[in-house]
């Protein structure tokens, strides 16, 4: 089932990222015109026009995106003191090819989660690191995630006594069963490092999982004020991508969870 999922989500992704919505409505709207489709081209076009004036002002997405942003706050030193360990959910270093033929670890838009768990290694030396992915690609090229992992944190000096990777996981439940299953915590709290807007539906999977965890956001794409005068194609686009991706996903958990 859980292999069943995994693959269905990965074949869907190109189809809730918004970039890809525009183009399809700009190629039938080229089709309508070549073809003398008038009402096609005419409902296309307006399609088109209407998504170019949404992504280009922000506001609605920056509503939206904030909204699961600020639904936690990184937590107090004291709190974070007294945890137990870090779990850094995958997400954050590319795979495949390119990283192997240069022999670098490439990282992307997510990289607060890494940077973030080297400054809370180094601020609190009793704290222990669990690294959780396996690789989220449907066909595996290159570099799995979780290797390229292993070399990032060891190429930053970090101890490997202080490392562990979970390397079955390839979606957010699985990183909360599959790390449960690694580290079978028994009491005390560990930190949840990944990016904000990530974090409502991981702390759901943890819960779920039967795993208290502490909530670090990073990566976060809003502020705490809005922009109303901000006009912006390329933010626009990503800001819904990353709402439009959550709440799909966020609604297949909440699905998954009640079935079960």
Do not use: C
Not at 92 to 121: C, F, P, Y
């Amino acid at each position: 089932m859980n292999t069943f999922i995994f693959i269905v989500s990965q074949l869907t992704k190109p189809f809730l990222k918004i970039e890809n919505v525009l183009a399809t409505t700009s190629i039938v709207t080229s089709l309508a015109l070549i073809k003398n489709w008038r009402l096609t081209a005419r409902i296309s076009t307006f399609i088109s026009i209407f998504l170019v004036a949404m992504l280009t002002y922000t506001l609605p997405a920056q509503i939206l995106v904030s909204r699961l942003e600020n639904q936690f706050m990184p937590p107090s030193g004291k709190t974070l003191a007294n945890a137990e360990g870090i779990i850094v959910l995958g997400g954050a270093i590319l795979e495949g090819k390119v990283s192997v033929e240069r022999n670098q670890i490439l990282i992307n838009d997510n990289a607060e989660r890494l940077t973030t768990s080297l400054m809370l290694m180094k601020q609190y030396p009793n704290l222990n690191l669990v690294y959780s992915t396996f690789s989220g690609q449907l066909l595996k090229k290159g570099v799995t995630e979780n290797l390229a992992a292993q070399k990032f944190y060891t190429e930053q000096g970090i101890s490997k006594k202080r490392l562990r990777f979970e390397s079955n996981s390839r979606n957010t439940f699985e990183n909360a069963t599959e790390s449960f299953k690694l580290v079978s915590p028994e009491k005390g709290s560990w930190i949840l490092v990944t990016s904000a807007a990530h974090i409502p539906r991981s702390v759901m999977s943890f819960n779920k999982a039967g795993w208290s965890v502490i909530p670090y956001p990073v990566d976060f794409q809003t502020g705490t004020s809005l922009n109303f005068t901000q006009f912006n194609l390329s933010e626009g686009i990503k800001l819904w991508n990353r709402w439009l991706y959550e709440a799909a996903a966020t609604l297949l958990y909440k699905l998954r969870f009640q079935a079960s």
